[in-house]
């Protein structure tokens, strides 16, 4: 039986500051024993940002069956990656197979587009607010409108286990704007820490790889090294005060 101790966290950053009790294993574990943390930190500080605008007169427009957003370039961590692919691969059949699918699918049509090898250097007059070359490929890859593969009727099939960026993600604007995004404003709540970038810096100091994000649709194209990296288990407590460094100031102390 694996042994734990359980423990609180004091989390604090300029905009916020959290306790919680976590349960930490003492036996070596993979980073991906941390996002259970990271996507509960993440739902509570979306809805402690969604309670402020509302109260500033700015309530959030997302709503369930609005899912523009889930056609964006989402990047996330590669350890989120090999997490996602090890829920696909966990999946029943003939829903894995289904979500294999539609992942070809749509990496088919995003390498037939020609939308990864552009040159992005030049101001595009089709989307007037992507001013950045960064920008105008977001721009360029939502207009193809290649829905995210776990997206169901228009809602998150994987809605528990969701990225952590599609957590922070919520605006203030009309819904209609998030469907002309490059083109009208939309009024994006600002997280006030990227959680997703910080796993990927814990990731690179833990296990060696990139702080890149990459796109979710290449969750099941880890190169083999990477994964073997992030498989390897390391020890858990580290790993945690590594993570919480990357967050904001922090103490730990034993549970009551």
Not at 10 to 15: K, M
Not at 179 to 187: I, K
Not at 206 to 227: F, K
């Amino acid at each position: 039986m694996t042994e734990t101790a359980n423990i609180r966290v004091h989390l604090q950053t300029p905009a916020w500051t959290i306790a919680a009790p976590l349960t930490v294993p003492d036996e070596p574990a993979t980073l991906e024993a941390w996002l259970p943390f990271l996507q509960a930190l993440a739902s509570r500080l979306s809805q402690s940002a969604h309670d402020a605008a509302a109260a500033e007169g700015r309530p959030v427009s997302c709503a369930k069956g609005c899912g523009a957003c889930c056609r964006q370039l989402v990047g996330i961590s590669l350890v989120e990656a090999r997490a996602l692919a090890q829920l696909v691969a966990a999946m029943p059949q003939p829903r894995q197979d289904e979500i294999r699918r539609r992942f070809a699918a749509a990496l088919a049509r995003l390498n037939e587009s020609g939308v990864l090898t552009r040159d992005y250097a030049d101001p595009d007059p089709a989307f007037p607010l992507a001013e950045l070359p960064q920008q105008r490929l977001a721009a360029a890859w939502f207009s193809l409108q290649i829905a995210c593969p776990f997206l169901e009727d228009e809602s998150c099939g994987i809605y528990r286990d969701r990225p952590l960026v599609c957590r922070e993600y919520q605006v203030t604007s009309p819904a209609v704007a998030c469907s002309r995004m490059f083109r009208e404003p939309v009024d994006q709540i600002e997280s006030p820490v990227r959680l997703g970038a910080a796993l990927a810096r814990t990731a690179a100091q833990a296990a060696g790889v990139s702080t890149s994000m990459i796109p979710l649709l290449l969750s099941l194209d880890l190169r083999a090294e990477v994964d073997a990296a992030l498989a390897q288990p390391r020890d858990p407590r580290a790993m945690l005060e590594t993570l919480l460094g990357e967050i904001g100031e922090w103490r730990i102390e034993p549970a009551p």
